[in-house]
């Protein structure tokens, strides 16, 4: 996989050039030094057959208590001017990654001799602007080489992706994707500028909201043949973009929280929702789940969303659910229990329970039924401290949304 002399700007394999990961300010690569984390991983197969050559390479990305499993797919064709990279991760942690950032840099002068080092350098086009809303374009940065006039080109038409030239000097060993996915900080992304160097070029993709198990691809190249650029980016556009799918709905007797499955292409939500046979009603949402309040208990209501995507598109609407809500019983709510724990309590004692936030306050009363003290519900759980009580059995009484609620709680 390497250029005569001559030919190329240089060794574009050399283990400086580095790829790696960044989540809020914390980084981790394939060069340690001067890095918050190692990024540990091997070639685990190198084949070659019907003329392409391929490699593959696998590891990890651990980041604080962040994990992420990487596979990077790199082929070759015998006759093309360009090499392809496929980067799949795995969010391993057990929670939701927000705003994971992977990078690719190189410098492109690696076998010339320092006097003969630099190259000119320009971000051709971006596929994304500054705040990841697709252009239409690829993220294309060029270097062309200053003694031998050949060029490189490294290039996705993935929407998440956005090219960069490094402008001041931070050393060998200094990698920031998330600042070579952002604009300004020492990083040019303006097509407009063209820079005599010899610093490296960059290639870097954002990914936003990467859930725990799922998985995510994306493609870019390395082009030494500018005519085949094409050809090259033919296969680098993002998969379409999905309808939401896991729909579930937690119901109470007069609420309910709506959950569904953001895919990273997602940038925003419709929501349609209403009793059967009445019209629905439409949210506008970003988040993947909503707390409805204030429906009617034993109704059956039909909900559905329709997701808004980065690429402008709005797919199908997920398929419609239902869900009925509970009825009343006896004067008291069906569903929606409400905890008071621990009982006996001699100090913190709690409420919890999901229809604990449609109460406005609970009083507390000692045995003769007299009123002690009047709180307001803050929270879930509610927190009270008993220490100051003296022994004997208390009753609280929850007041607001639906029939007053009561706990009798022994102090020891």
């Known amino acids: 996989m390497y250029m005569e002399a001559g030919q190329a700007c240089g060794d574009y394999w050399r283990r400086h050039d580095e790829f790696g990961f960044q989540l809020v300010d914390r980084r ?10 190692d990024m540990p991983g091997s070639i685990t197969a190198y084949t070659f057959g019907a003329g392409v050559h391929t490699v593959v390479w696998q590891g990890t990305a651990t980041i604080d208590s962040n994990t992420i499993g990487v596979k990077q797919t790199t082929t070759l064709g015998i006759n093309d001017g360009f090499v392809r990279t496929e980067v799949t ?12 950032y992977y990078a690719r840099r190189l410098k492109a002068d690696n076998d010339i001799s320092k006097e003969d080092s630099k190259t000119s350098n320009q971000v051709l086009s971006q596929a994304s602007d500054s705040v990841g809303v697709p252009t239409g374009l690829p993220s294309a940065v060029l270097a062309t080489g200053f003694r031998t006039g050949c060029q490189l080109v490294l290039a996705s038409n993935d929407y998440r992706s956005r090219a960069a030239i490094t402008t001041a000097h931070f050393g060998d060993y200094y990698f920031h994707p998330k600042r070579m996915w952002n604009d300004g900080n020492d990083f040019s992304h303006d097509p407009a500028d063209s820079i005599r ?6 290639l870097a993709f954002r990914i936003d909201d990467l859930n725990p198990g799922a998985t995510t691809s994306f493609k870019y190249a390395h082009i030494f043949d500018l005519s ?4 090259a980016l033919s296969d680098s556009v ?7 799918y896991g729909l579930s709905a937690d119901v109470g007797t007069t609420k309910a929280r709506l959950r569904w499955t953001k895919d990273p292409m997602h940038m925003g939500f419709r929501l349609f929702g209403g009793p059967i046979g009445s019209p629905p009603v439409i949210r506008h949402l970003t988040a993947d789940s909503i707390r409805i309040k204030g429906l009617s208990p034993g109704t059956t209501y039909q909900w559905t969303v329709r997701a808004r995507c980065v690429d402008g598109t709005e797919p199908v609407a997920a398929p419609v659910q239902t869900f009925t809500t509970a009825t009343l019983r006896d004067g008291a709510l069906a569903l929606d229990p409400i905890l008071l724990h621990p009982n006996p309590a001699s100090g913190v004692f709690a409420l919890s329970g999901e229809s604990l936030s449609g109460y ?6 000692d045995g003769s039924g007299r009123i002690l003290q009047v709180l307001p519900v803050q929270g879930d759980p509610m927190h009270m401290d008993a220490s100051a009580w003296a022994q004997g059995i208390y009753l609280l009484r929850l007041t607001g949304e639906g029939p007053p609620r009561q706990f009798r709680l022994l102090v020891p």
């Open 28 to 37: 981790a690569s394939n060069r340690a030094a001067c890095e918050d984390f």
């Open 89 to 100: 991760l795995t969010n391993l942690s057990p929670h939701p990654l927000d705003k994971l």
């Open 197 to 202: 160097t010899d610093f490296p070029i960059a």
């Open 228 to 231: 085949e650029m094409s050809l």
């Open 238 to 244: 993002a998969t379409a973009c999905p309808i939401p």
């Open 360 to 365: 406005r306050q609970v009083s507390v009363h």
